[in-house]
């Protein structure tokens, strides 16, 4: 059965590609120059989490199916033909909506729609082996693929290699030094207040966690130099489904939450429930109201160059009172 459905899939990515083929066979005096030029362009080869992928010349249709890699493509400058949607757009998260007017939604990270990748005539597309790893081959025959390895820890390496796949690694290293120059600065302005020791939770619809070093949020404030609780300071993801007795382990010199709620309540509701516990209120850090809430997508869903240098703006008015 899985062979038949394997078939089917293939035979109608063909079909759509083929089809878009016949959308015409002649080619304007101008297309026929790009076409030329292309052909005796230069290529260049991009090494990544499958394999490597041979790239001709700069690509200009792209299609990007991870919200951090479209982030690092509108740094760059380049508007990717289809994305996938937002975790929590409409469909893109707010601080990257005006710039995404004229892209094409091709599904989320987890769904895929292959066909409108088809559709849209990629000349490359970028991914996650986190992810995607399971539609790879059907990418590949679509466009040149190149994937990341995974989505935690350091986004920076992700950058890196979607930098090299579009051919702007000139460009991505000056994204990277504006990003670095602004946490040397910030780190400079923070002086001692670097030794607080900053807890971070999540809070989801039936799951809560205290995020420990490996996590977006958690690489910004390491690259800032900050202190955090013993228990959070673990070189993983988080702690997940934590029960209230772990309240005491969410300690610290000044805590920061963000709750992602899809829209149903059910994670703005914990987040009141848990805030409201005796147990939470007699934290030292509740006491002496250093609990703040920070926008989940900046902090964390996001991922990307754009919400990083949104998430130090947050630094900056909290610690620097800019």
């Known amino acids: 059965m899985k062979s038949i459905k394997g078939f089917l899939s293939l035979l109608s990515i063909l079909t759509v590609l083929f089809l878009a083929a016949c959308g015409g066979t002649e080619k304007t005096s101008t297309e026929k120059k790009e076409t030329t030029k292309t052909a005796s362009g230069k290529s260049y080869t991009v090494e990544h989490a499958m394999g490597s992928t041979k790239i001709k010349e700069t690509p200009k249709r792209i299609v990007i199916l991870t919200n951090e890699g479209t982030e690092a493509l509108l740094s760059m400058g380049v508007t990717p033909v289809g994305a996938v949607q937002s975790w929590t757009g409409d469909p893109w998260y707010k601080h990257i909506a005006s710039q995404l007017k004229d892209t094409k939604v091709v599904g989320t990270e987890s769904e ?13 597309i970028i991914g996650n082996k986190m992810r995607q790893e399971k539609i790879y ?13 995974t989505l935690r820890g350091d986004w920076k390496e992700n950058f890196k ?19 670095e120059d602004r946490i040397a600065d910030i780190k400079n302005e923070l002086g001692d207040k670097k030794n607080m020791k900053v807890s971070m939770v999540r ?9 420990h070093l490996d996590t977006f949020s958690g690489i910004i404030l390491k690259d800032l130099g900050f202190a955090r609780p013993e228990s959070q300071n673990v070189n993983d993801f988080a702690e997940r489904n934590v029960t209230k007795e772990r309240i005491p382990a ?15 309540g059910k994670a703005s509701s914990l987040e009141k429930e848990w805030l409201a516990d005796p147990l939470f209120k ?8 250093e609990v703040h809430k920070v926008d989940d997508v900046i ?11 949104l998430m130090l703006d947050d630094i900056e008015k909290i610690f620097l009172k800019k």
Request: hydrophobic residues 45%; proline residues 2%.
């Open 112 to 124: 895929v729609n292959v066909e409108a990748i088809v559709a849209l005539k990629p000349d490359l």
């Open 137 to 149: 081959e059907q990418l590949s025959a679509i466009a040149p693929t190149v994937f990341a390895e």
């Open 299 to 309: 902090w964390n869903t996001a991922g990307g160059v754009l919400a990083a240098n």
């Open 161 to 179: 290699l979607y930098a090299k796949a579009i051919n702007k690694e000139e460009k991505g290293n000056e994204v990277l030094k504006k990003y």
């Open 250 to 264: 969410m300690d610290g010199d000044i805590l920061f939450y963000f709750t992602y709620d899809t829209g149903d």
């Open 282 to 289: 007699n934290l030292e850090v509740s006491k002496k109201g």
């Open 203 to 211: 809070f989801m619809a039936g799951d809560v966690r205290i995020y």
